[in-house]
C-alpha cells in the first residue's frame, strides 16, 4: 500500500477553475490522510457556477481514502476574512498543518519539508511559523533552511497555539506605536516607516490581506519563520482576475519566481536565531519594488 502523508493540508479555494486542476493535482500527489477545504462565497449569480465548478472538481479528484472536512461558504465573507476564518476552522480541528492557497503551486519537497519542520520546532514556540516561499529566489547557505522575521503567507506551515497567539485587531500594534518598541524592533529607519506603513494600510481597509496580524506576532515577540534555502512555490496568482494583483507587472516580475527541491536529509542551523543576511536583502528588495512601483504610478 503506497504510503499516505501524515500532516493535515488545508486548501483554500474561489473561483478559478483552471488555476485549482493545476494546484490540486500536486496536493493529490502527496494522498493526504486528512484534507480540509474552505471556499469563499460567490459574489453574484454568474461568478457562483465558476465556485461550484472548483468544489465539484475538488470533491470529483479525492480518489484516495482520506477524511474529507469542507468549509464551502453561501456568502463572500472577501480575501481577507475568507482566508483568515479558514485558518480558524483549520486549527480549530489540528494541532498543527500546512495551509495552500489556490495559487501556490508548491514542489514536491515542500510537504516533507513542512512535515519535517512541524516536527521539530513543535514544542520551540519561538518558531512561529514555515514558508515554502522564498522571496530571495535563492540564498546562499550551506544549511537546509535559515530563520528569518519576515513571514509571507504563499504555502506555509504553523501550529495551533502560534495561529491563535496573535491579536486580529492588533490592539499590541496600536500600544506599540506610542512606545519605542518599534525602534528596538526595526533600527533602520526607513524599514520602520515601511513595516508601520504596511500594518497601517491593514488597519484602515486599504490592502485586503489577511496576514498582518500573525506577522506582527513574529516581529514583536521575537518570533521566527522558517525559510527554504531555495524557494519551494510558485505563485500563479497574478491574473486578469486577481483581486490584488491584476496587471502590476512589477509584483508579477518579483513575485513569479521559479520553484526548486530540497535536497535530504536537511542540514540543520546551529542556532535558532533571525539570519541578519536575509533581513537586510529581503528588505532591499522589497524597497525597489517599491521604488519600482512608485516610478511607474502603480498601486
Not at 77 to 99: E, H, Q, R, T, Y
Amino acid at each position: 500500500m503506497e504510503k499516505q502523508f501524515e500532516t493535515p493540508i488545508l486548501y483554500v479555494v474561489f473561483n478559478r477553475p483552471a488555476v485549482v486542476r493545476k494546484t490540486f493535482s500536486l496536493i493529490a500527489t502527496q494522498k493526504p490522510k486528512k484534507i480540509f477545504i474552505a471556499a469563499d462565497g460567490p459574489r453574484t449569480k454568474k461568478e457562483k457556477k465558476k465556485t461550484d465548478a472548483v468544489r465539484k472538481y475538488i470533491l470529483k479528484n479525492i480518489n484516495w481514502d482520506c477524511k474529507v472536512e469542507t468549509r464551502f461558504l453561501d456568502k463572500n465573507l472577501g480575501c481577507k476574512m475568507g482566508v483568515s476564518s479558514a485558518v480558524d476552522w483549520f486549527f480549530n480541528n489540528v494541532k498543527k498543518g500546512i495551509i495552500l492557497e489556490d495559487d501556490c503551486v508548491p514542489s514536491k519537497s515542500f510537504f516533507r519539508f513542512s512535515e519535517e519542520m512541524l516536527d521539530k520546532y513543535e514544542k520551540n514556540t519561538k518558531v512561529v511559523s514555515i514558508n515554502g516561499y522564498n522571496f530571495l529566489g535563492k540564498f546562499k547557505t550551506k544549511d537546509s533552511y535559515y530563520f528569518s522575521k519576515y513571514f509571507n503567507p504563499t504555502g506555509w506551515a504553523s501550529w495551533k497555539d502560534r495561529w491563535f497567539a496573535q491579536d486580529k485587531n492588533m490592539k499590541d500594534y496600536l500600544e506599540d506605536r506610542k512606545t519605542d518598541r518599534f525602534e528596538k524592533i526595526f533600527k533602520n529607519p526607513i524599514e520602520r516607516i515601511w513595516v508601520r506603513k504596511a500594518f497601517r494600510d491593514g488597519l484602515l481597509g486599504r490592502i485586503g490581506s489577511w496576514d498582518h496580524s500573525f506577522g506582527y506576532l513574529h516581529f514583536r515577540n521575537g518570533g521566527l519563520c522558517i525559510k527554504p534555502k531555495v524557494n519551494l512555490i510558485e505563485n500563479i496568482g497574478f491574473m486578469p482576475d486577481s483581486t490584488h494583483t491584476s496587471g502590476n507587472f512589477i509584483d508579477n516580475r518579483f513575485y513569479c519566481l521559479k520553484k526548486y527541491e530540497l535536497e535530504f536529509p536537511l542540514i540543520h542551523p546551529r542556532e535558532v536565531r533571525v539570519n541578519s543576511t536575509d533581513s537586510r536583502k529581503f528588505f532591499n528588495k522589497i524597497l525597489l519594488k517599491v521604488f519600482l512601483k512608485k516610478l511607474f504610478f502603480l498601486k
